[in-house]
């Protein structure tokens, strides 16, 4: 086919522009929305987070697309291989409830495996959230077919050294920095992204707060100047 008769063909698609994703759910981040293909976290496929700490700016990144899916449809959101215990009011406080959490603890790789598996099989499951660092490409892949398959939003969670491996994920993002959430888009269906978005590492009512907290602390204690009442009465005797 020759290059003008692709272009004039509506659904071929061109290596210069974002693909469309068939289901997307707005990941709340506008900057963000606007580099991923269709517009937000594609729903039914993997998305592979790739980090140096297993759960720095994680919920901050995922927690607003999984407060709008909970809020539309009943059913948990699972967490498989967490390292530690989601902090409950927080999440509460930004639209997703602790009760609405299954934490499935396990440290052997083949079990965090056949936990994914079944939550992604499971009809009320919302999505799922796992931290795989010792999946191996043809597991991840088992996955993906998985959550296509079922329609689920899936979320796998990875260390830095898998980024010189090969992955089935058609999303990888690496998350870095510590006072601003710095994302960087390293595989997507569409042309590079050269620069990473930079995203805020909390949300902005907790910034609003710590802020407010900051100021108060930081502010001068004023003093007040009091004359005791034996110095009165030398004044007036005097």
């Known amino acids: 086919m020759q290059p003008a ?11 210069p522009d974002l693909a469309h994703e068939e289901s997307v759910l707005a990941s709340g981040h506008a900057a963000l929305d606007r580099q991923l293909p269709g517009g937000g976290w ?15 700016h994680v919920w901050q990144l995922v927690l607003p697309a999984l407060a709008r899916a909970t809020s539309d449809k009943a059913g948990p959101v699972v967490l498989v291989g967490a390292p530690h215990p989601p902090f409950g009011p927080a999440l509460a406080a930004q639209g997703l409830a602790a009760d609405r959490l299954l934490w499935i603890r396990t440290d052997r790789a083949a079990a965090r495996l056949w936990a994914c598996e079944q939550a992604l099989r499971c009809a009320d499951v919302v999505g ?10 043809q597991e991840l ?43 960087r888009i390293v595989k997507r269906k569409g042309p590079p992204l ?7 590492a909390m949300p902005a009512r907790l910034e609003a ?8 602390v930081e502010a001068p204690v004023p003093v007040v100047e009091r004359r005791s009442h034996v110095l009165d009465r030398l004044v007036t005797e005097a």
């Open 5 to 15: 008769a692709a272009l004039a063909v509506p659904h071929v698609w061109r290596v």
């Open 42 to 56: 594609p729903v039914g496929s993997l998305v592979e987070l790739i980090q140096a700490r297993p759960e720095a």
């Open 128 to 137: 799922l959230i796992a931290w795989l660092p010792q999946a191996r490409p």
């Open 141 to 183: 892949r088992r996955l993906h077919l998985a959550a296509r398959q079922h329609r689920k939003l899936l979320f796998v969670l990875r260390g830095l050294p898998v980024l010189q491996q090969a992955s089935p994920a058609p999303l990888r993002l690496v998350l870095e920095g510590v006072e601003e959430l710095q994302v």
């Open 194 to 200: 050269e620069q990473p978005l930079r995203l805020p």
């Open 209 to 216: 707060l710590l802020a407010s907290r900051r100021r108060s």
